[in-house]
T-cell receptor, first 116, second 117 residues
Framework: AQSVAQPEDQVNVAEGNPLTVKCTYS??????LFWYVQYPNRGLQFLLK??????LVKGSYGFEAEFNKSQTSFHLKKPSALVSDSALYFC??????????????FGKGTKLSVIP | DAGVIQSPRHEVTEMGQEVTLRCKPI?????LFWYRQTMMRGLELLIY????????DSGMPEDRFSAKMPNASFSTLKIQPSEPRDSAVYFC???????????????FGPGTRLTVL
C-alpha cells in the first residue's frame, strides 16, 4: 500500500532558526508528494508538491522541501522560522486506485511550534 | 473564485437528530472529497466522487452516513441518526484531475465543526 509517515508528532523550534518537518514515503512507481499546512480552525492549505525534476521544491511562505529517493524522504524545510509558521503540517502522497481514479493519502500530521 | 464553500461552519445538535453538511466545490473541478478530522484519528477520507459519481465510500464509518452529489456544484454529507462520537470537523475538498497532469492538488474548504450532544 502507498503511504506516508510523519515520525514526529510535534516539532519545537526557536524563531529565526531553521526548521525541518520530516516525512517518509512508501510507494510503487514514481511518487507524487505534497505538503499541506493547517492553521487553527482553518482548512488545509496547499504548500508545495514534488512531481519530477529538481529534488528541491520551493513553495508558499518561504517553505521548501527536499526529495531524497534513496532515503524515500520528502522533508519540509524553512531557513528561518517565524512565529506565524506555528501550525499543523501534513505530508501526502497521491494514490492511483485500481479503477483509475486518484486520491491523496495523508500522514498523521506534525504540530510545529515556533517559540519567540 | 471563492474557493470551496462549506455550510454550516458550526453545527450543534442532539443525539438522534439528522445532520446535513453541504459543500460547493470550485467550479470546473471534477473530484470532490469528504474528510473527517478528530484528535484521536487524525484526518480520515470518508468518500470521494469523480464527475458526480461516488468512487470509493470505504471510509464511511457506518450506514448512518450517506453522501450525494446531485450535480457538479453541490454535495451533501448526511448523518442519520447522529451520535456523540460523530463530533468532529468535516472537510470538503475538490480538485481537477487531468490524465496528462495527474497530480493536481486538492483545495480544502474551511470545514464544518459538528458537535453532537
Amino acid at each position: 500500500a502507498q503511504s506516508v509517515a510523519q515520525p514526529e508528532d510535534q516539532v519545537n523550534v526557536a524563531e529565526g532558526n531553521p526548521l525541518t518537518v520530516k516525512c517518509t514515503y512508501s510507494v510503487s512507481g514514481n511518487p507524487y508528494l505534497f505538503w499541506y499546512v493547517q492553521y487553527p480552525n482553518r482548512g488545509l492549505q496547499f504548500l508545495l508538491k514534488y512531481i519530477t525534476g529538481d529534488n528541491l521544491v520551493k513553495g508558499s511562505y518561504g517553505f521548501e522541501a527536499e526529495f531524497n529517493k534513496s532515503q524515500t524522504s520528502f522533508h519540509l524545510k524553512k531557513p528561518s522560522a517565524l512565529v506565524s509558521d506555528s501550525a499543523l503540517y501534513f505530508c501526502a502522497v497521491r494514490v492511483i486506485t485500481g479503477a483509475g481514479s486518484y486520491q491523496l493519502t495523508f500522514g498523521k500530521g506534525t504540530k510545529l511550534s515556533v517559540i519567540p | 473564485d471563492a474557493g470551496v464553500i462549506q455550510s454550516p461552519r458550526h453545527e450543534v445538535t442532539e443525539m438522534g437528530q439528522e445532520v446535513t453538511l453541504r459543500c460547493k466545490p470550485i467550479s470546473g473541478h471534477d473530484y470532490l472529497f469528504w474528510y473527517r478530522q478528530t484528535m484521536m484519528r487524525g484526518l480520515e477520507l470518508l468518500i470521494y466522487f469523480n464527475n458526480n459519481v461516488p468512487i470509493d465510500d470505504s471510509g464511511m464509518p457506518e450506514d448512518r452516513f450517506s453522501a450525494k452529489m446531485p450535480n457538479a456544484s453541490f454535495s451533501t454529507l448526511k448523518i442519520q441518526p447522529s451520535e456523540p462520537r460523530d463530533s468532529a470537523v468535516y472537510f470538503c475538498a475538490s480538485s481537477l484531475f487531468w490524465a496528462s497532469q495527474p497530480y493536481n492538488e486538492q483545495f480544502f474548504g474551511p470545514g464544518t465543526r459538528l458537535t453532537v450532544l
